[in-house]
């Protein structure tokens, strides 16, 4: 059974950093995309950062400049160093993977990141 655990999450004050974290697990056929989206109170999910194969990195505008994603060399590890943090960056945060030729798309239980002083 395939499982992401998110940790990292937390308390920040503006201008401040968090790093999360993503330990996957459970694919005999090794991940493909791995990333993390967020969801703030009262909007819908929206895509954060994406990472595939280990270099190809894609970003929100929104985060551009301030969040970089990254991933271990086994690919079971997906971060996300977030700095410069502002209060619109609060919101729950998921981490997400695909299975290489498959079509099933996986998430974690969601991480709650707050920005406010």
């Known amino acids: 059974q395939v499982q992401l655990v998110e940790s990292g999450g937390g308390l920040a004050q503006p201008g401040g950093s968090l790093r999360l974290s993503c330990a996957a697990s459970g694919s005999i056929f090794g991940f493909g995309v791995m990333g993390w989206y967020r969801q703030a109170p009262g909007k819908q999910r929206e895509l954060v950062a994406t990472i595939t194969g280990g270099a190809i990195r894609n970003y929100a505008d929104s985060v551009k400049g301030r969040f970089t994603i990254s991933r271990d060399n086994a690919k079971t590890t997906v971060a996300l160093q977030m700095s410069g943090l502002k209060p619109d960056d609060t919101a729950i945060y998921y981490c997400?993977?695909?299975?290489?030729?498959?079509?099933?798309?996986?998430w974690g239980q969601g991480t709650q990141v707050t920005v406010s002083s």
């Open positions: 997400y993977a695909t299975i290489w030729n498959r079509a099933n798309e996986y």
